[in-house]
Nanobody, 124 residues
Framework: QVQLVDSGGGLVQTGGSLRLSCAASGRTFSMYTMGWFRQAPGKEREFVAAIRWSSGSTYYADSVKGRFTISRDNAKNTVYLQMNSLKPEDTAVYYC?????????????????WGQGTQVTVSS
């Protein structure tokens, strides 16, 4: 059973940075795609970024491109989301996700495994 434990959220001022971590266990992830979604109060879950574990290929939502970077550490089985130049509209609960297969998907329904979520709050 795949388990995802995400962490690293917090309160930061506009323009600040945070790094989220997602510790993955239960599988060998070479054939998996990992990613991050977020959900703000009253809004639907929104795709943020995805990474193909085997090759490191990435895919980003336009709203975060150039500010966020997704990466993975094979030795630690951990996925990261480095968030720079944060804005108040980035405030949300961020979820680590995983799916079997190498397609870089942006639809929540394609991901089978979800972390518990970590709150990110950006103050203006």
């Amino acid at each position: 059973q795949v388990q995802l434990v995400d962490s690293g959220g917090g309160l930061v001022q506009t323009g600040g940075s945070l790094r989220l971590s997602c510790a993955a266990s239960g599988r060998t992830f070479s054939m998996y795609t990992m990613g991050w979604f977020r959900q703000a109060p009253g809004k639907e879950r929104e795709f943020v970024a995805a990474i193909r574990w085997s090759s490191g290929s990435t895919y980003y939502a336009d709203s975060v491109k150039g500010r966020f970077t997704i990466s993975r550490d094979n030795a630690k089985n951990t996925v990261y989301l480095q968030m720079n130049s944060l804005k108040p509209e980035d405030t949300a609960v961020y979820y680590c996700v995983a799916k079997y297969g190498i397609t870089l998907a942006a639809r929540a329904s394609e991901y089978d495994y979800w972390g518990q979520g970590t709150q990110v709050t950006v103050s203006s």
